[in-house]
């Protein structure tokens, strides 16, 4: 069954602080995995894109990394800010079937001052 | 480039009446536009794919009858909740992807959202 499971469910960090949040999916065949990040009452947001080739990936503090043996991804972020508080989504796309989405349950993170 | 907009960005309509959500890309083409539906902590779930000028595809377990699609030009695609009843209400996200995103990427570009309440 093609599955993305995130953890944590939740996470709470101070300001300033690092936090990795871990995904590991059984999709495929593997297209790309992809980090979003949704903040309460919008749209997702692209923040990564990775193919399996891709080890890591970087966009401001957001670091991405997969290991496509492991089927494993992670999310850094980095010295965190208020504005980082959202749900970060880990979605893998399957080759076939259109590029179909799986999303995963997201991380909920909420930074404090 | 690659903006996606909804309209109207929250909406409140009385059981048994029909609502239209707009999903417009603003500065591509989509040849290929998704609904999706979010129930509050969770994540997102497709509802169907539309590609232009052809009939959606539905998920299993979403009513065609209820959730009409249409996709009628390259730049926008419209769902229309039909006789929306309270257990419709939610969050309803689009998302659209063009014709020259190929390759391993192949991304999808997501609208801001349409918030639904059926009282």
């Known amino acids: 069954k093609n599955q993305v499971e995130q953890s944590p469910q939740s996470l709470i960090i101070l300001e300033g602080k690092n936090c990795t949040l871990q995904?590991?999916?059984?999709?495929?065949?593997?297209?790309?995995l992809r980090w979003y990040k949704q903040d309460t009452g919008r749209g997702p947001v692209s923040l990564t894109i990775m193919t399996f080739s891709e080890n890591t990936k970087s966009n401001g503090r957001y670091t991405a990394t997969l290991d496509a043996d492991t089927k494993q991804s992670s999310l850094h972020i980095t010295a965190s800010q208020l504005s980082d508080s959202a749900s970060y989504i880990c979605?893998?796309?399957?080759?076939?079937?259109?590029?179909?989405?799986?999303f995963g349950g997201g991380t909920r993170v909420l930074v404090k001052p | 480039g690659a903006v996606v907009s909804q309209h109207p960005s929250r909406v409140i309509c009385k059981s048994g009446t029909s609502v239209k959500i707009e999903c417009r890309s603003l500065?591509?083409?989509?040849?290929?536009m998704f609904w999706y539906r979010q129930f509050p902590k969770q994540s997102l779930m497709l509802m169907a794919t539309s590609n232009e000028g052809s009939k959606a595809t539905y998920e299993q377990g979403v009513e065609k009858d209820k959730f009409l699609i249409n996709h009628a030009s390259l730049t926008l695609s419209t769902l229309t909740v039909t006789s929306a009843h309270p257990e419709d209400s939610s969050f309803y996200i689009c998302?659209?992807?063009?014709?020259?995103?190929?390759?391993?990427?192949?991304?999808?570009?997501f609208g801001p959202g349409t918030r639904l309440t059926v009282l």
């Open positions: 998302s659209a992807r063009g014709p020259h995103v190929e390759g391993p990427y192949n991304e999808q570009f």
């Open positions: 500065d591509f083409q989509a040849t290929t």
């Open positions: 979605v893998v796309s399957r080759e076939a079937a259109g590029n179909k989405l799986t």
């Open positions: 995904c590991n999916y059984t999709v495929s065949p593997f297209s790309n």
